[in-house]
């Protein structure tokens, strides 16, 4: 009734009507809103856009003081034109000083600052704990031109109590020097460190670190990582590029591992969840044999694996002192340099006694480079003839050894017999080694492939490119 009572009106009654309706009702100033509906509405924004927004009206002007995002970076405060380190930290100090320091959710400092403001980023992070952030984030990078001057990061402060809100903490270009009996960090679930230098101790940290998930070391300095206390919440780790001599964790609960370092010893004690892993070893000798007997043997229930290493072509031995089977594996990605004396095929051969010890393995990608001009010629191997009963899809690219990488196809084609599909690819492929040359063997396959006909008998399972592909697999 009432809509159509207005609907009968003239436009210059209903629009007075409407008036008379917006007037009647209470106004509610913004800055009289609860505090939590307020922090509400500004999370929704940037923090440059609350500032913004704060000019609008007198009652709107501390609006931006309750932002609970405090990003600090070139690209925040000055549109990513750099005004010089002073600007900056002035810039940070000002923003601070008028901040309500109601509860922050995020608290970030992306710029390339040294120990030289070490008592503007101390006062920073005070404010972030003070604030009760959940996300803590301090990026220094690039690195100042004197090691010496790099941050020293106030673990102090963490301590106790003070670090309870943290739940996230993501350091770049540090000192981390941990401290006798430090007792903080009771709630922080993952812990990033980038390029930090860490001093001996940190052990002794993370058992404090009693509901930690996410654990990522990358590019950092430091000489061994040994925890023999568990780390039973820890779920993901990813060690890469620290120049390690050795490594042991416990983590019961670990699913992810991703690491790249140098041949070490490695213990990941009672992992048994642990199910996909990303591995790189970093040498520049045969590695086929350390990464399966040392690194995945360790983890016995894994079910997908990327694996980047070398192998030299006048290897033959693999696994000869304890082969075991990996019998939960069914995703094999392989990333290969292949290198040594050209003409000699038992290095990469080896890989069919590798699939031998993979009993329930469905995907079997192999992608190879190469330093040498390998050609054809090789060793036979022997194998046991064990049947790969579950092996369904094999993708083959970068035929650095012609001869031996067929023969290695031609033993899966006879003994896989759930293959669905298999891939010849000549093209070498783009992968984490860096090189992306275009090196073909197109004719050199076609000629051995049609001389051979044992290839002819799978035209439903077998493809072969006989152009360069742009395919990555």
Not at 223 to 233: I, N, V
Not at 240 to 259: G, I, K, R
Not at 446 to 455: H, T, V
Request: aromatic fraction near 8%; glycine fraction near 4%.
């Amino acid at each position: 009734m009432g809509k159509r009572w207005v609907t009968e009106m003239s436009p210059e009654e209903a629009c007075t009507f409407k008036l008379r309706r917006l007037n009647g009702r209470p106004k509610t100033p913004l800055h009289d809103l609860p505090e939590d509906v307020i922090q509400n509405i500004i999370s929704r924004l940037t923090l440059k856009e609350a500032t913004r927004i704060s000019t609008l009206s007198s009652e709107w002007k501390q609006i931006w003081r309750y932002h609970p995002d405090l990003i600090f970076s070139l690209v925040k405060l000055f549109d990513g034109k750099d005004k010089g380190d002073q600007e900056f930290v002035n810039c940070v100090n000002y923003i601070l000083k008028h901040h309500y320091c109601t509860a922050v959710h995020n608290f970030k400092v992306n710029y390339g600052l040294s120990e030289e403001h070490g008592d503007d980023l101390d006062g920073w992070l005070s404010y972030a704990l003070l604030s009760k952030a959940r996300n803590v984030v301090l990026d220094l990078r690039p690195a100042p031109k004197c090691p010496n001057d790099v941050y020293n990061f106030p673990l102090h402060l963490f301590d106790d109590q003070n670090s309870s809100s943290v739940q996230s903490l993501r350091l770049a270009l540090v000192c981390l020097r941990p401290i006798p009996n430090f007792g903080g960090f009771a709630n922080l679930r993952s812990l990033k460190l980038h390029r930090v230098y860490v001093s001996k101790g940190l052990h002794r940290m993370l058992s404090h670190c009693t509901v930690l998930e996410c654990l990522s070391l990358t590019d950092c300095f430091i000489t061994s990582f040994t925890m023999s206390e568990p780390l039973d919440h820890l779920q993901y780790v990813c060690i890469q590029n620290c120049s390690l001599q050795s490594m042991e964790l416990h983590a019961p609960n670990l699913t992810v591992f991703e690491y790249s370092e140098q041949e070490i010893p490695v213990v990941l004690d009672k992992s048994h969840k642990l199910t996909k892993a990303n591995i790189e070893v970093l040498s520049d000798s045969d590695d086929l044999d350390y990464a399966f007997s040392h690194l995945v043997s360790a983890m016995p229930n894994v079910e997908e694996i990327s694996l980047r290493l070398h192998i030299e072509t006048e290897a033959r031995w693999f696994m000869t002192n304890n082969p075991c089977d990996f019998v939960c594996l069914r995703h094999l990605h392989m990333e290969v340099l292949v290198d040594g004396n050209p003409g000699c095929s038992s290095g990469i051969l080896r890989l069919a006694s590798l699939l031998e010890l993979t009993p329930v393995l469905e995907v079997f990608n192999l992608h190879v480079l190469f330093n040498s001009n390998l050609r054809c010629g090789g060793y036979p191997r022997k194998t046991s003839g064990r049947k790969l009963s579950h092996l369904e899809r094999v993708y083959m690219s970068g035929f650095a050894d012609v001869r031996g990488q067929l023969e290695l196809a031609r033993y899966i084609l006879e003994h896989a017999t759930a293959l669905e599909r298999m891939v010849i690819d000549p093209g070498v492929k783009k992968t984490h080694f860096g090189s992306c040359r275009a090196v073909w063997v197109r004719q050199q396959l076609e000629d051995l492939l049609a001389g051979n006909m044992f290839f002819g008998q799978f035209p439903e399972v077998l493809t072969v490119f006989r152009t360069p592909s742009s395919m990555h697999r």
